[in-house]
């Protein structure tokens, strides 16, 4: 037994005053004559042994009646020994979008905000935080509101990072008792390969279960373009084997357009594929309806005007094998010597390609970095005869690089970065029995540059990133039949595309993006993005011919953008949710050691508030206290 007030007891010793007063008491006796007093002896004995014990059951019962009313006014009780620490709680709720999983006709993430309302105490002050947002020291009545019109999200905290955000948010003191509760369903996306329990944290697991672990997705689309014929538009989705026939509609902003059926194969894949208009701008929308999910049921896409991208070679050969590759569907391609070329033309385009120079002109490499500075690609194809000293003073502005020594072995190429930007996206699988290019001769280099392409013995074949790319042989036909290899028409393409970085049919949300629209800005304009009434200003970096937009953040919200300078609408850009959340796969929190659960978010509460339960005494001892009041005045009139 425990005391809130525990100096009261100090009032005991008093006590002590009673028992004295009746050890001492004095009684002084007048003596009276009387004429025969043998038959009053036996009389007033009885009487001195009735009252003495009278006096000691008083004593006694007042005695107990003082004790009982100072331990009740010293408040006795009972409880744990955590009960008595100092209380902090932090809160975790998963608002990620598998959270819109139903359950009894509600989200996992309403019903889990109702029972939060419900049985936190509306006074206590704890800490709560989502994927994406804190709230610090409030009470329930501060953040219900907030917490009813929380919104999804497509981020996903893992155990670890929960775990690392929840200690920022406990005090530093270490005599408190700390409760982390992660309110979740506990996709297999939440564990943590390494994740070990806080042990000076009290960790509660809440897993939540939703009726079915059912759902279909609209992964993604692929879009094959045929200039002279319907374009095709193949769109890709998940769901369970036994889905059925799923309806599927494809709008141009609100006009539907085309309508169709997926059915779904064994593995729960299935592919829909929708024929349109080539060489027209949409802004596409694909919509399913099922009862899992609702945030994927929904695809956004656009086909803009394509830009074409400008792309001057110089030549001191024939270049014509570029002329075959820059189609004029996709480039606007031109081609100087040396000689004939105009400097100024340089500022308009996208690519420069020094294609077999014998020496680049000092006045050539100035405008060529201006060039590259302001946004432009260059891309050098070697002349085996080639002045190295001009080539390795321009060349050593980037990435430190240089031709060394001539080496006349005969080599093939046989490594292909399949990871480097150029080629991430041309290969559906790393090949290994590919048909391989030779060259004759080739230059040993230096460089920080990462490799793209690389020959027999590590040598590079093709180096560069980030619109410098360069090859360390001479492409002409006597030299190599790099020309005539598959391999050469995705490397230039791409090395080309990257010049004028156009938007891709769709992007997504949370992952790096970058777009060039090609525009020339005045010193104070600025382009922005808009949907509805949501509207932001993207990262922005300007150049002579384009901007470049970076997205990163931003935007936070799907669907179709439009990119507009001042008034002016230049194009639209497309952005999706990513998909990580559409598996319904949960992990099995049994199998971490060391973790409370508990099946709802009432049992939980009732547990904490056994746990921090106290039991008082004191209104006992104020009952015996008047108890004993009672056998007092028995005593007094019963006891002679």
Same mark, same amino acid.
């Given at each position: 037994?425990?005391?809130?007030?525990?100096?009261?007891?100090?009032?005991?010793?008093?006590?002590?005053?009673?028992?004295?007063?009746?050890?001492?008491?004095?009684?002084?006796?007048?003596?009276?004559?009387?004429?025969?007093?043998?038959?009053?002896?036996?009389?007033?004995?009885?009487?001195?042994?009735?009252?003495?014990?009278?006096?000691? +059951?008083?004593?006694? &019962?007042?005695?107990?009646?003082?004790?009982? @009313?100072? %331990?009740?006014?010293? =408040?006795?009780?009972? !409880? *744990?020994?955590?009960?008595?620490?100092?209380?902090?709680?932090?809160?975790?709720?998963?608002?990620?979008?598998?959270?819109?999983?139903?359950?009894?006709?509600?989200?996992?993430?309403?019903?889990?905000?109702?029972?939060?309302?419900?049985?936190?105490?509306?006074?206590?002050?704890?800490?709560?935080?989502?994927?994406?947002?804190?709230?610090?020291?409030?009470?329930?009545?501060?953040?219900?509101?907030?917490?009813?019109?929380?919104?999804?999200?497509?981020?996903?905290?893992?155990?670890?990072?929960?775990?690392?955000?929840?200690?920022? +948010?406990?005090?530093? &003191?270490?005599?408190?008792?700390?409760?982390? @509760?992660? %309110?979740?369903?506990? =996709?297999?996306?939440? !564990? *943590?390969?390494?994740?070990?329990?806080?042990?000076?944290?009290?960790?509660?697991?809440?897993?939540?279960?939703?009726?079915?672990?059912?759902?279909?997705?609209?992964?993604?689309?692929?879009?094959?373009?045929?200039?002279?014929?319907?374009?095709?538009?193949?769109?890709?989705?998940?769901?369970?084997?036994?889905?059925?026939?799923?309806?599927?509609?494809?709008?141009?902003?609100?006009?539907?357009?085309?309508?169709?059926?997926?059915?779904?194969?064994?593995?729960?894949?299935?592919?829909?594929?929708?024929?349109?208009?080539?060489?027209?701008?949409?802004?596409?929308?694909?919509?399913?309806?099922?009862?899992?999910?609702?945030?994927?049921?929904?695809?956004?896409?656009?086909?803009?005007?394509?830009?074409?991208?400008?792309?001057?070679?110089?030549?001191?050969?024939?270049?014509?094998?570029?002329?075959?590759?820059?189609?004029?569907?996709?480039?606007?391609?031109?081609?100087?010597?040396?000689?004939?070329?105009?400097?100024?033309?340089?500022?308009?385009?996208?690519?420069?390609?020094?294609?077999?120079?014998?020496?680049?002109?000092?006045?050539?490499?100035?405008?060529?970095?201006?060039?590259?500075?302001n946004g432009g690609t260059v891309i050098i194809v070697p002349s085996m005869e080639s002045d190295l000293v001009s080539y390795n003073?321009?060349?050593?502005?980037?990435?430190?690089?240089?031709?060394?020594?001539?080496?006349?072995?005969?080599?093939?190429?046989?490594?292909?970065?399949?990871?480097?930007?150029?080629?991430?996206?041309?290969?559906?699988?790393?090949?290994?029995?590919?048909?391989?290019?030779?060259?004759?001769?080739?230059?040993?280099?230096?460089?920080?540059?990462?490799?793209?392409?690389?020959?027999?013995?590590?040598?590079?074949?093709?180096?560069?990133?980030?619109?410098?790319?360069?090859?360390?042989?001479?492409?002409?036909?006597?030299?190599?039949?790099?020309?005539?290899?598959?391999?050469?028409?995705?490397?230039?393409?791409?090395?080309?595309?990257?010049?004028?970085?156009?938007?891709?049919?769709?992007?997504?949300?949370?992952?790096?993006?970058?777009?060039?629209?090609?525009?020339?800005?005045?010193?104070?304009?600025?382009?922005?993005?808009?949907?509805?009434?949501?509207?932001?200003?993207?990262?922005?970096?300007?150049?002579?011919?384009?901007?470049?937009?970076?997205?990163?953040?931003?935007?936070?919200?799907?669907?179709?953008?439009?990119?507009?300078?001042?008034?002016?609408?230049?194009?639209?850009?497309?952005?999706?949710?990513?998909?990580?959340?559409?598996?319904?796969?949960?992990?099995?929190?049994?199998?971490?050691?060391?973790?409370?659960?508990?099946?709802?978010?009432?049992?939980?509460?009732?547990?904490?508030?056994?746990?921090?339960?106290?039991?008082?005494?004191?209104?006992?001892?104020?009952?015996?206290?008047?108890?004993?009041?009672?056998?007092?005045?028995?005593?007094?009139?019963?006891?002679?």
């Amino acid at each position: 037994m425990q005391f809130k007030h525990p100096e009261i007891l100090w009032a005991l010793a008093l006590l002590i005053i009673p028992i004295l007063i009746h050890l001492f008491q004095l009684r002084r006796f007048k003596k009276t004559p009387f004429t025969n007093v043998a038959m009053l002896q036996k009389v007033i004995a009885e009487s001195r042994k009735s009252n003495t014990l009278k006096k000691w +059951l008083l004593l006694l &019962t007042r005695l107990a009646l003082l004790a009982c @009313i100072i %331990v009740a006014f010293a =408040q006795p009780f009972s !409880a *744990s020994t955590t009960a008595l620490q100092e209380k902090e709680t932090v809160v975790y709720l998963d608002d990620s979008f598998s959270m819109q999983a139903k359950s009894n006709g509600l989200s996992l993430l309403e019903k889990s905000t109702q029972e939060l309302i419900k049985n936190i105490d509306p006074e206590s002050v704890f800490s709560l935080f989502t994927n994406e947002k804190t709230f610090l020291n409030v009470t329930i009545k501060d953040i219900q509101n907030d917490l009813l019109s929380l919104p999804y999200s497509h981020k996903q905290l893992n155990l670890d990072e929960i775990q690392l955000k929840a200690a920022s +948010l406990f005090s530093r &003191t270490g005599n408190s008792n700390k409760n982390l @509760i992660l %309110v979740s369903d506990f =996709q297999e996306r939440i !564990a *943590s390969s390494n994740y070990e329990r806080d042990s000076i944290v009290n960790t509660y697991f809440v897993p939540l279960h939703p009726k079915t672990a059912e759902n279909v997705s609209i992964d993604s689309v692929s879009l094959q373009v045929n200039p002279t014929e319907q374009s095709k538009l193949s769109v890709f989705l998940s769901g369970e084997a036994n889905a059925g026939n799923l309806p599927i509609s494809l709008y141009n902003d609100e006009t539907l357009i085309a309508k169709s059926s997926a059915s779904f194969k064994v593995s729960g894949s299935s592919e829909v594929v929708f024929s349109v208009p080539s060489n027209q701008e949409i802004n596409g929308r694909l919509h399913i309806v099922d009862n899992g999910l609702a945030y994927d049921n929904q695809f956004f896409f656009n086909i803009n005007k394509k830009e074409k991208i400008k792309v001057l070679a110089v030549s001191d050969s024939n270049g014509d094998y570029l002329k075959r590759l820059f189609t004029p569907d996709e480039f606007i391609f031109n081609s100087y010597t040396p000689s004939q070329l105009d400097y100024s033309a340089l500022d308009k385009q996208n690519v420069v390609i020094l294609n077999n120079l014998k020496s680049i002109p000092n006045s050539l490499q100035k405008v060529l970095r201006t060039f590259k500075q302001n946004g432009g690609t260059v891309i050098i194809v070697p002349s085996m005869e080639s002045d190295l000293v001009s080539y390795n003073q321009f060349l050593s502005g980037f990435f430190a690089s240089g031709y060394l020594e001539k080496s006349s072995v005969s080599k093939k190429v046989t490594s292909i970065a399949f990871q480097h930007p150029i080629y991430s996206n041309v290969f559906e699988k790393e090949v290994s029995n590919f048909q391989y290019p030779t060259v004759n001769e080739y230059f040993k280099i230096r460089s920080r540059a990462p490799i793209l392409l690389s020959l027999d013995g590590n040598d590079p074949f093709l180096c560069g990133i980030d619109g410098f790319y360069f090859f360390t042989t001479s492409l002409e036909t006597e030299n190599s039949n790099f020309k005539n290899s598959p391999l050469i028409v995705p490397t230039f393409y791409n090395m080309a595309a990257f010049g004028l970085k156009a938007s891709d049919a769709y992007h997504i949300l949370g992952k790096p993006t970058t777009v060039d629209i090609p525009i020339t800005l005045g010193n104070n304009a600025i382009l922005n993005l808009s949907k509805e009434e949501y509207e932001f200003i993207p990262l922005q970096q300007n150049f002579p011919n384009k901007v470049r937009l970076t997205f990163d953040e931003n935007p936070t919200m799907d669907g179709i953008y439009g990119i507009n300078n001042g008034d002016e609408r230049l194009g639209n850009i497309s952005f999706n949710f990513p998909r990580d959340e559409s598996k319904l796969s949960y992990m099995d929190i049994e199998n971490i050691p060391n973790v409370n659960s508990q099946d709802t978010i009432a049992l939980l509460f009732e547990h904490l508030e056994e746990e921090r339960s106290i039991t008082a005494y004191w209104k006992w001892f104020v009952i015996l206290a008047l108890f004993l009041i009672l056998v007092e005045v028995i005593i007094q009139k019963f006891v002679t």
